[in-house]
């Protein structure tokens, strides 16, 4: 018996409010896409000193954008070396730090080298580079997950021409937004002297693409150049995503509307309640293909979708399966 009328929906859910309790029933590992919220770096190119906005200027000493996702939820700061500091090194709100190009960080161009045209500076034009090594009198900046709780996450192939293209725990550092001096253009990339760069990052000659985007493995971190063709404050927004564990004793989360890794969304909302409602009662649940859609969630071997199916949703509601989610 398939029923999604209104009359059947609010006997459905008059019935979960009076449920407390549900069966225990195991389930498969899940892992899920999660992204966080867009996060603003700043970045300062030669601009006045101090920022009252940005209260801690960083230059010279040897600094990570470090993402990370733990028990708590998303952590992601500026995490930079400081010789008085007990552990030589402090984390630093985002909103708080300005990182901060000096004069050192200029770089005449009397042409354009081959392969540097995605920088979108001209000829005779400045390029400012904060740089993928130290020791130039510039800020040297990188990208670290060094702190990410690795236990929870998954296994997952970005197919990146750039590099990630094999199976590891990745996490996604994608541009979203630029906000800084009238056509300026800002890169990121890395280099070795002897091969093309790899350009990981161009707002040149067409804005910010899915291709505006840089994968590095949990536990690991690593150094870019980052270019910058005019003087100014920038206002840099990066969101972060990875695969994540969705909590196993989540075994409501049965609606098809998550991603290419997961079904589901890691949440138990209305979409899996509407889903159960329209199977309500329905036999025969144990064949393959599954004709009730993974709604008979007792495990009873019983091959209905009943109370106790509701039972377990209904315990579930609204839960989260991973930590710091919103909804």
Request: hydrophobic share 40%; charged share 20%; glycine share 10%.
């Amino acid at each position: 018996m398939n029923s999604s009328n209104p009359k059947t929906i609010k006997f459905l859910i008059s019935i979960s409010i009076l449920i407390t309790t549900s069966l225990p029933v195991l389930a498969e590992e899940r892992c899920t896409l999660i992204s966080s919220k867009a996060t603003t770096f700043y970045f300062g190119i030669e601009t006045p000193l101090p920022d009252v906005n940005h209260p801690v200027t960083i230059d010279f000493f040897h600094t990570d954008i470090e993402v990370a996702f733990t028990q708590t939820g998303w952590d992601i700061s500026v995490a930079s070396d400081q010789p008085n500091s007990p552990l030589e090194e402090s984390s630093i709100a985002p909103e708080d730090a300005l990182l901060y190009g000096n004069i050192n960080a200029r770089i005449m161009l009397p042409s354009i080298p081959s392969g540097f045209e995605f920088v979108g500076a001209k000829a005779g034009q400045t390029l400012w580079v904060l740089p993928q090594t130290g020791g130039s009198g510039v800020l040297p900046l990188g990208i670290a997950a060094e702190q990410a709780d690795v236990s929870r996450l998954c296994l997952w192939n970005p197919d990146d021409h750039r590099g990630a293209r094999d199976g590891d725990k990745w996490f996604e550092v994608k541009l979203v937004a630029v906000r800084g001096p009238a056509d300026a253009n800002f890169s990121i990339w890395q280099a070795d002297g002897i091969n093309p760069p790899v350009v990981f990052v161009s707002t040149y000659g067409g804005g910010i693409t899915d291709d505006d985007v840089f994968y590095i493995s949990a536990g690991s971190h690593t150094h870019i150049n980052w270019g910058f063709t005019k003087p100014g404050l920038y206002e840099v927004d990066f969101r972060i995503s990875t695969v994540y564990k969705c909590d196993n004793i989540l075994t409501a989360d049965i609606a098809p509307i998550g991603n290419e890794f997961y079904k589901g969304n890691c949440f138990v909302d209305f979409n899996d309640f509407a889903l159960l409602a329209s199977h309500w009662l329905q036999t025969g649940c144990g064949v393959k293909p599954n004709p009730c859609e993974e709604t008979d969630l007792d495990g009873l071997g019983d091959g209905k979708v009943g109370f106790s199916d509701l039972a377990i949703l209904a315990a579930q509601w609204l839960r989260c399966g991973y930590p710091g989610c919103e909804h």
